[in-house]
Each structure stands twice: as C-alpha cells, then as structure tokens.
C-alpha cells in the first residue's frame, strides 16, 4: 500500500474515533442537559419552600412549638443541598461547554471526512483510467 493510501486510511479510522466519540459525547450532552433541568427544579422548588417558611410571621407575644428547632435545622439542610445542586449544576455546565467544543472539532473532522473521501474517490478513478 502507498504511502498516501496508508495516510488516508489512518485518517479515515481517526475520523472514525472521533465520530464514535461524538456519538457518546451526544449522549452524556443530552444526559447532562437534562440533569441541569432537573436540578433547577429542585432548586427552584427548594427556594419557594424557604420563602414560604421565612415569610411567616409571628406575633411578639407568641411561644414557638418544639418543632422549630427541628424546622430551622431542616432550613439549614436544605440550604446545605442546595449549594450542592448548585455547584453540581456549574460542573455540568462546563461539561456541556466542553462537549459543545467537541461538537465543534467533529464537525470540522466531518468537513476532512469529505475531503478525505474525495480523494479517495478521485485516486479510485485515477486507478481505472490507469488499468483501461
């Protein structure tokens, strides 16, 4: 095999790689975009949940239950998790940002696929005209 048919095929099976990552990057995209939804949701819900217990009011005069340490102590946990989600919802963010630059370099792969096939083809006639 020559040396540019054995070029081309090297950089075919790469750009092979390189879409079969796509494939799995799409996929953990998706997955990623639909785990930052659902963490917005829980956030979201989490944040109406403490206005509605802050916004409450009490009389000056009025004795507070047992259960108001055990209820500020949930707060606290809430507000713990919901850093949490936050900064889980930074991280996959990133990812996103970072498979959306793969996306980038995979389309540009595609654009060489093109190419790379082009050549291919063009070598292929080049091989005929030779053989007639």
């Known amino acids: 095999m020559s040396d540019i048919a054995r ?15 796509l494939e799995k990057s799409n996929f953990q ?3 990623a975009l639909e785990r930052i939804k659902q ?17 409450e009011k009490c009389a000056d005069d009025e004795i507070h239950c047992t259960c108001v340490p055990a209820l ?11 850093r949490m989600y936050l ?30 096939f082009l050549v291919l083809a063009s070598i292929n006639i080049i091989f005929l005209v030779l053989l007639i």
Not at 95 to 106: T, Y
């Open 39 to 55: 963490l917005e949701e829980q956030i979201a819900d989490m944040n109406d949940a403490y206005k509605v217990v802050m916004d």
């Open 87 to 116: 900064d889980e919802k930074a991280t996959f963010k990133e990812q996103v940002k970072q498979l959306e630059d793969m996306l980038k370099d995979i389309k540009n792969a595609d654009k060489r696929f093109l190419q790379l």
């Open 29 to 31: 995209y998706i997955k």
């Open 72 to 82: 500020r102590q949930q707060i606290k946990q809430l507000e713990d998790e919901r």
């Open 7 to 21: 070029d081309i095929v090297e950089e075919y099976d790469a750009l092979v790689k390189k879409y079969k990552e």
